[in-house]
């Protein structure tokens, strides 16, 4: 395993004080707190804050912790002593955070049922954590539905008290017109419980991924359609692409780039459906030869009309 | 390993999930006399009636769960959670906004 510089986490010297340790938690904690970051790796980045902070807040773990001497390297190949690093104390931690600290946090501080870690105990019911995961799913399987595949690592206490891990695979059905933010729970699929507890659920949050056209809010979908001038100048029903297949859309005559047409019920599915919001945007063709150069010039010529007419000039 | 995995249906938290108050507790580990002070704190809607015939939906539980969770991280009191989630709330109405006048081009 991988030796973990908990101090070079928090960006505190060796020597800090007890309150610089908490101030750099919790300026770090505000950037990276899942809930509230927008950082890409928030979710690990906090974890390992947080694994960092429980160690170095507490006087007894730190020493522990700082026991193990100051020449190791963060990453450095680490091997821990037989029977531990810090064999014979007890440590008081929230079994359920624990289980989420790394190998390394556990090969000091023991696991979380009976040896030395002193979170559970034995014949101590307690239910399993909720574990929470995003997961990002395109607007197609949004729209659709989908079943997505997902590897999750599962902390594991053996008879000694240690954790040790594994990865578990699931296959999650993605419901038909879920959108951004929502949770899907999947009940018992969290942390194992201690002691015949409960096993704790699992919740998933969606994200969906940008599109290349469509815009989403909530279950209504946007999208920009480039139209000549003459259709929107005269009316036209034109092909308009919509999550479910292209459907025939009605341009009334006399339309104006910006104009916001809706497609009832063609946004994500659902009780109600979403709509599908479709904004006109005129493309002119380019003047590019001759012949289109004279089309534009008999237009003005046969076609009066002031653009600025409002504006006084 | 060719083994096929069963396939998982979760249930989905929308607006249509409905839950009294046992279940929301059991869901998000709070009891009553949390909840109820969360809903004097204003950080979930009044309820009618009573506590026995509240509900929440989906988007509640995850509002209750993400305001355990940085009550916890950030060591606040229930006030300044309220107002942490409040302004959360804010700014994600705020960048809705921006997102939909940048399609619809202020029009």
């Known amino acids: 395993m991988q030796y973990k510089d908990y101090y070079k986490i928090l960006g505190v010297n060796r020597n800090a004080s007890k309150d610089e340790i908490k101030r750099a938690y919790r300026k770090l904690a505000r950037k990276y707190h899942p809930d509230v970051s927008k950082e890409a790796d928030a979710e690990a980045r906090f974890k390992e804050i947080n694994e960092a902070h429980e160690v170095l807040k507490d006087a007894e773990k730190r020493a522990a912790y700082d026991a193990l001497g100051s020449h190791w390297k963060a990453g450095q190949e680490y091997r821990p002593p037989p029977g531990g690093g810090a064999y014979g104390q007890e440590f008081h931690f929230d079994a359920g955070d624990a289980a989420q600290f790394s190998d390394f946090f556990s090969s000091i501080f023991g696991g979380m049922g009976g040896g030395r870690g002193h979170a559970s105990g034995a014949g101590f019911r307690m239910r399993g954590r909720d574990e929470h995961a995003k997961i990002l799913i395109g607007l197609e399987d949004a729209f659709h539905g989908a079943t997505r595949k997902l590897q999750l690592e599962v902390p594991e206490v053996d008879a000694q008290g240690r954790v040790t891990r594994h990865t578990k695979t699931l296959n999650v059905r993605i419901p038909a017109g879920i959108t951004q933010g929502q949770q899907i729970r999947l009940a018992g699929q969290g942390q194992p419980g201690a002691g015949g507890g409960a096993n704790g659920d699992l919740y998933l949050e969606v994200e969906i991924q940008p599109h290349p056209f469509y815009e989403l809010d909530g279950k209504d979908i946007y999208l920009h359609l480039p139209v000549a001038p003459w259709e929107a100048a005269l009316g036209a029903t034109v092909s308009t692409p919509t999550l479910g297949g292209p459907v025939q859309l009605k341009i009334p005559p006399g339309s104006q780039s910006g104009r916001k047409l809706r497609l009832k019920g063609r946004g994500l599915p659902g009780r109600p459906a979403g709509d599908q919001y479709v904004i006109l945007e005129i493309v002119i063709p380019p003047a590019k030869d001759d012949k289109a150069r004279r089309f534009y010039r008999r237009m003005a010529e046969e076609m009066p009309f002031d653009p600025r007419a409002q504006l006084g000039v | ?107």
């Open chain 2, 1 to 107: 390993m060719s083994r096929e995995l069963d396939i998982l249906q979760g249930v989905l938290l929308d607006e249509t999930f409905q839950v009294g108050l046992e279940e929301v507790e059991r869901l998000c580990g709070l009891d009553r006399a949390t909840l109820e002070t969360l809903v004097c704190e204003g950080l979930l809607p009044p309820r009618g009636g009573t506590p026995g015939e509240w509900r929440f939906s989906g988007p509640e539980v995850r509002r209750l769960q993400r305001a355990l969770r940085l009550r916890r991280a950030f060591e606040l009191d229930w006030a300044a959670t309220a107002l942490t989630l409040d302004l959360l709330d804010e700014i994600e109405r705020l960048r809705r906004e921006i997102r939909l006048l940048k399609v619809c081009g202020g029009r």
